[in-house]
């Protein structure tokens, strides 16, 4: 809408309209839509020449922004020559010093990097760093990623010994850039935008011989944020006035994001303009109470200090391991493009950490295409079995002899393994990893025994659960769950723009798991709803739920992860321009993880997200996938149950069904070794998925046999 506008208003050929295509353009190119992104930066830049001429700092930026989408396209033959006429525009009509000189330096430099002209890539990334460091001091995210680029280009270049200082010095100036980048999931996704040395730094000790060093940075690059906001929960300790002025511009915000939104919906329709002027009113008024947000959150840092972002020492880390379990993580640097330097890392209850170099991913051992195999039921089993051997060879063997007398792994995953479910990795006896152990996974070793320490230390004790499934998404659904009808409708979410088939599998599902809690609280139908969690959220009473369990649809914003959203009841919700007229809260019949954080207080054991694709999210580089996981950890649940990948329904709720029998110890007979006993979380989802793989329905097949239907849940946190 804006670019049509600004077609009309300014013309063909207006500087502004430029401005307009290439903001369009760089959110495309963000996610990934490069085909739409290069035509219309190739006419920003054209108007840019026309308009300004060829010496304007702002061809020069139009110029560089095209050559950034051609090098993501690996068209470097046309980026290279794009990126030096930006630089020579720079140097010319900016200065030798100006920091967006350094900008096309450094930019030039990484497209010389990818082809391999290391020395010509370091001397641009020098000259870009003293830039910075004349301009910025020390501490900047600029200064940080020009020091891990120049440290990684020595690691690369085989003078790991000149590389070690540097990424030093280059982990001191992140750790400040981050430190002032904000908080929650903005402080998350802030590592995309630098370029982290910590786990160059730990590749550059392995190579030196140094493994005692190596383990503190490469478990210092994981998961920061997410350890900040844990670490200090609960450690300000804000008087009344100041609670109150927290929740009241929290509120205010949420409040004022969902009349914006309602506004901006209104007014394609509304020909009175009354919509439009509110819009614009309701603009400022959010970006005052946003300004007021940002101006009170440093000064309560100021006043209630805290140590944020300190790992856990080995010794701490160790203390939360039994005999049985251990830690296995991996760093992985690329040292040229598709080439891998990878160690295996292994911490047990005592001793140093353990570490083994592994398979270059380039000989047949990646996981990427091993996760396409899994996700696809139609794959052939004897490939996925074959690629997942490969898997195992390259990325779980070198470290197996650290893992004598072990039986409980939690894996870290990160660089490459995300979004893979180990324990459908096939060892040599052609056992997979998840006959052998019980797995679970968490963001860093540091999270996790975090988690441990403030979990449970006993098996289940009956409990308060929540238990939430099967909302409506349309009034046939309705119509359908008042006739008690079991087909599956799909309607139109009304308001959403999106359609969603109903899961009335869901309602099994939690009807099965009902009969396991003393006295569970139940949200079925119409009854799952937004405005149920938001006066559950207001009222304190999810603090007091140990287990909630929501099994519905989920949609994942890679680009924006706080966007990420559970859907709820799509039927009956108010209408959003009367609501916002009356300054009451908006309902869209979405849960978004943005307002999880911002509004929910959690005590739970468990959260289990029974829905498609809930482990993944926004992949940022030594945070894993932020999403929903950061969110939920982030309130107070110890441990969640995500998923990884579009799911069967029915496969699903036999798994969760097994699950929670599991868990409770609501079964008889023998199963794994316990008889009626409560397993823990991480076992008893280890029984339930090899007993869904084995499965057999009425005619003795194994219907749910490829790992498609049972590895795609996995265990995040603590595995009590």
Request: overall charge negative; aromatic content about 6%.
């Amino acid at each position: 809408a804006a670019l049509a506008v600004a077609h009309l208003g300014l013309g063909e050929a207006h500087p502004e309209l430029a401005r307009i295509l290439n903001t369009l353009a760089a959110t495309l190119e963000n996610q990934g839509d490069y085909g739409e992104a290069e035509p219309l930066f190739r006419r920003s830049l054209e108007i840019n020449k026309t308009a300004l001429g060829d010496e304007h700092p702002e061809t020069a930026a139009s110029l560089n922004n095209l050559a950034h989408l051609l090098q993501a396209m690996g068209n470097f033959d046309e980026a290279e020559p794009l990126y030096r006429e930006a630089l020579d525009i720079r140097t010319r009509t900016l200065g030798e010093n100006h920091l967006e000189t350094a900008r096309s330096l450094s930019n030039l430099a990484s497209l010389l990097e990818v082809r391999g002209d290391y020395e010509a890539a370091l001397e641009l990334y020098e000259s870009a760093l003293e830039i910075r460091r004349a301009q910025l001091g020390g501490a900047s995210a600029a200064v940080a990623h020009s020091l891990s680029s120049v440290g990684y280009i020595h690691y690369v270049t085989g003078d790991a010994a000149e590389a070690e200082p540097i990424l030093e010095e280059a982990m001191e100036a992140h750790d400040a850039a981050l430190a002032r980048a904000g908080e929650g999931l903005k402080l998350a996704t802030t590592a995309l935008r630098l370029r982290p040395p910590a786990r160059t730094l730990a590749a550059a000790r392995l190579t030196l011989g140094k493994q005692a060093e190596a383990w503190p940075p490469a478990e210092h690059a994981l998961a920061r944020a997410l350890a900040n906001l844990l670490m200090t929960a609960g450690q300000r300790p804000l008087d009344e006035r100041e609670a109150a002025r927290e929740e009241s511009l929290v509120n205010a915000i949420g409040l004022l994001e969902g009349q914006l939104a309602a506004y901006h919906a209104e007014v394609e329709t509304d020909t009175t303009g009354e919509a439009d002027a509110l819009l614009e009113e309701t603009r400022r008024a959010l970006l005052s109470a946003e300004a007021e947000w940002s101006a009170f959150r440093p000064e309560i840092r100021a006043k209630y200090p805290v140590s944020e972002g300190q790992s856990y020492s080995l010794e701490r880390i160790q203390a939360t391991l039994s005999e049985r379990a251990a830690i296995v993580g991996w760093v992985d640097v690329e040292a040229a493009p598709d080439t891998w330097n990878v160690w295996a890392y292994a911490i047990r209850s005592d001793g140093p950490v353990a570490w083994a170099a592994c398979e270059e991913p380039s000989a047949g051992t990646g996981l990427s295409g091993l996760r396409s195999q899994l996700i696809d039921p139609e794959s052939s089993f004897i490939g996925v079995t074959r690629d997942a051997a490969a898997a195992y060879r390259g990325w779980i063997a070198p470290i197996e002899h650290a893992l004598e007398g072990i039986d409980e792994l939690v894996m870290i995953p990160s660089g490459q393994v995300l979004g893979v479910p180990l324990e459908a990795l096939v060892n040599a006896e052609r056992k997979m990893l998840g006959e052998a152990y019980s797995v679970s996974y968490a963001p860093s070793a540091t999270v996790f025994s975090w988690l441990e320490e403030r979990g449970e230390s006993s098996r289940y004790e009956a409990g308060s659960m929540l238990l939430i499934g099967d909302p409506p998404f349309s009034q046939a659904h309705l119509d359908a769950m008042d006739e008690e009808a079991a087909h599956e409708d799909v309607g139109r979410a009304a308001g959403a723009g999106m359609s969603f088939p109903r899961l009335p599998a869901s309602r099994t599902e939690v009807a099965r798991l009902a009969e396991l809690a003393p006295d569970p609280t139940v949200l079925l139908g119409p009854d799952a709803s937004e405005q149920a969690l938001v006066e559950l959220a207001r009222s304190g009473q999810l603090a007091s739920f140990d287990c909630i369990h929501l099994a519905t649809h989920a949609i994942v914003d890679d680009e924006r992860p706080e966007r990420s959203s559970l859907v709820m009841c799509q039927v009956g919700l108010p209408d959003p321009l009367e609501s916002a007229l009356a300054g009451t809260r908006i309902y869209d019949g979405f849960v978004t993880a943005g307002e999880v954080v911002r509004e929910w207080k959690l005590d739970a054991d468990l959260v289990t997200l029974s829905a498609c694709e809930t482990g993944l999210g926004r992949k940022v580089v030594g945070e894993g996938y932020i999403g929903f996981a950061h969110a939920f950890l982030q309130v107070g649940a110890r441990s969640l149950l995500v998923g990884l990948w579009k799911v069967d329904a029915e496969a699903t709720s036999l798994l969760m069904n097994r699950f929670y029998e599991n868990w409770t110890g609501a079964f008889e007979g023998d199963r794994s070794g316990h008889d009626g006993a409560p397993m823990s979380k991480a076992n008893a989802l280890r029984e339930a998925k090899l007993w869904l793989r084995d499965y057999e329905d009425e005619r003795g097949g194994n219907p749910f046999r490829h790992p498609c239907y049972w590895s795609a849940f996995v265990l995040i946190g603590d595995r009590q």
